[in-house]
Nanobody, 122 residues
Framework: QVQLVESGGGLVQPGGSLRLSCAAS????????MGWYRQAPGKERELVAG????????NYGDSVKGRFTISRDNAKNTVYLQMNSLKPEDTAVYYC???????????????WGQGTQVTVSS
């Protein structure tokens, strides 16, 4: 089993910053990618940002480009999301995601964290 534990959510004023963290633990043989998704009430879950283990390539959702930065500490199996210039429309539950293989020859599958609430409001 693989566990993803998120932290760092909360209430922040518009224009403020927050940093989310997600630590992966358990039966991790390999982990090719980690990322963040979010889901606002009444909306579908959407990609916020992703980062690949090989080469550190990143990708971002259009609405957060230039404001959010994803990074990763491979030694700690941890991914971070630095969120700057936050807007009310960034309010959502943020979910950590990881693509993990739990053994040699095993296919990767997606694992999800429990989610952390981010609220941007004055």
């Amino acid at each position: 089993q693989v566990q993803l534990v998120e932290s760092g959510g909360g209430l922040v004023q518009p224009g403020g910053s927050l940093r989310l963290s997600c630590a992966a633990s358990g039966s991790i043989f390999s982990m090719s990618a980690m990322g963040w998704y979010r889901q606002a009430p009444g909306k579908e879950r959407e990609l916020v940002a992703g980062i690949f283990n090989s080469g550190g390539r990143t990708n971002y959702g259009d609405s957060v480009k230039g404001r959010f930065t994803i990074s990763r500490d491979n030694a700690k199996n941890t991914v971070y999301l630095q969120m700057n210039s936050l807007k009310p429309e960034d309010t959502a539950v943020y979910y950590c995601n990881a693509a993990v293989a739990t053994g040699w020859g095993m296919p990767e599958r997606d694992y999800w964290g429990q989610g952390t609430q981010v609220t941007v409001s004055s």
